[in-house]
């Protein structure tokens, strides 16, 4: 088992300890580390040999694993581009003019490639024409979720339905669940080969015992609803809040209700992102009665573990 997930097994256990940890993984400083130092968090960590039931005691060894943690796939051991690890997801921008149609194809593009970057990455994600497969899906997924996003706008101002309720309703209370929504759909669709192929799951030791369909089922859903719960909380918050700002009349011009709208909603990711990384754990538990037949006859594990993704 990858180092990755054997730090996220021992030091992972409940919510509030893997939203610590995520905090920690989130910082943007360790965007700075150069991949020779990444490197070396490795050859740290495989030296420290901990097995998985045994929590890091050692302050260096922990910072390594928390630097492996925002750098590295647990899967496939690659460094990840810098723009798409997590701590650089910390960014607004493309929540805040959501509503424009240009930038919503944007946001589903970038989102979409995080997805794919830090996926589960099983052997099979090696093969050339799954991942031909896989940019397909994700380029027909980003499409129809940024038109799906604009088509409430465009229905309105087609029809020219300027009235207080279809402005309150578009405008307002629609934005939030629509991207929760596709960004979960995003998800499912570029990961949908996870539950197709199957995804590996191990045992306790972190020995491979099969691929398994439904492991990546479940890390699937698990992941698009996390995913929904960022976005369209992050979107619907400050839309809440905004309203009492402007019925308090807090900020007198256009350009401070923007700076307010922007801090809102920075404020609302940072923390709703830690948040839903640590809605279910990282490296997923599944039940082996719940596996597939040649699994359950291959080994006599209780609970078997994988890789969930982000």
Known sequence: MDA??????????????RFLLWADVLDPLLLLKSSDEIRRTRLLLQNSGKTLSEPIQNDQVFWSAINRGSSVH???????????????NLNPKFIFAYNLSFLQFVFHTYTTGFTLLNGNGTTKAEEHLLQQKQILYSLGAISYAACIGALPLVFMNRYTLKSSLTQLVVRKLLPA??????SAFT???V??????????VMDRNGKVVGLSQK????AVKETALSRAVLFGTTLFLPAVLMHFVERAKFAKTPHALASVRMLMITSVLAGMLPVSLSMFPQCGEIKRAD???EILSSTDETELFYNRGI
């Open 4 to 17: 990755n997930l054997r730090f996220w097994r021992a030091e992972g256990q409940s919510f509030f300890q």
């Open 74 to 88: 647990p899967d496939t051991d690659k460094i990840i581009p810098v723009l798409f690890r997590p701590p650089g």
């Open 177 to 182: 669940p629509l991207l929760g929504l596709m």
């Open 187 to 189: 998800v499912a669709v």
């Open 191 to 200: 990961r949908s080969p996870e539950f197709e192929n199957g995804i590996e």
């Open 215 to 218: 492991a990546g089922e479940k």
């Open 291 to 293: 596996l597939e037949p």
